[in-house]
């Protein structure tokens, strides 16, 4: 049974530091890419960062470019989120997904969920 397990969420204030990290289990193929999607309050599930199974990067958000940085343990399915320079509007529910092989930034492609992890950046 695969799951997904983030941590690392939690209160900052504008300008501080995150590190989210997302621990896969259960997988019996290395083929998934995995990504991080966020969820602001009353919208929908955003794409933010994916990395592949071939550790190709695709980022989805123009505003995190530079202050986000996606990285993957080899050989396991950790993958973390280094947030930095954090805004009020990077507020939300952070998740993460597994979905086969390449990083789409769809959600509906996504097979797997973790259940999330709150981030509030205050002003």
């Known amino acids: 049974q695969v799951k997904l397990v983030e941590s690392g969420g939690g209160l900052v204030q504008s300008g501080g530091s995150l590190r989210l990290s997302c621990v896969g289990s259960?997988?019996?193929?290395?083929?998934?890419?995995i990504g991080w999607f966020r969820q602001a309050p009353g919208s929908g599930r955003q794409g933010v960062v994916c990395i592949s199974s071939s550790d190709e990067i695709s980022y989805y958000v123009d505003s995190v470019k530079g202050r986000f940085t996606i990285s993957k343990d080899k050989g396991k399915y950790t993958v973390h989120l280094e947030m930095n320079n954090l805004k009020p509007e990077d507020t939300g529910v952070y998740y993460c997904?597994?979905?086969?092989?390449?990083?789409?930034?769809?959600?509906?492609?996504?097979?797997?969920w973790g259940q999330g992890t709150p981030v509030t950046v205050s002003e």
């Open positions: 259960g997988f019996t193929s290395d083929g998934y890419a």
């Open positions: 997904g597994a979905e086969w092989k390449t990083c789409t930034g769809l959600a509906g492609e996504y097979e797997y």
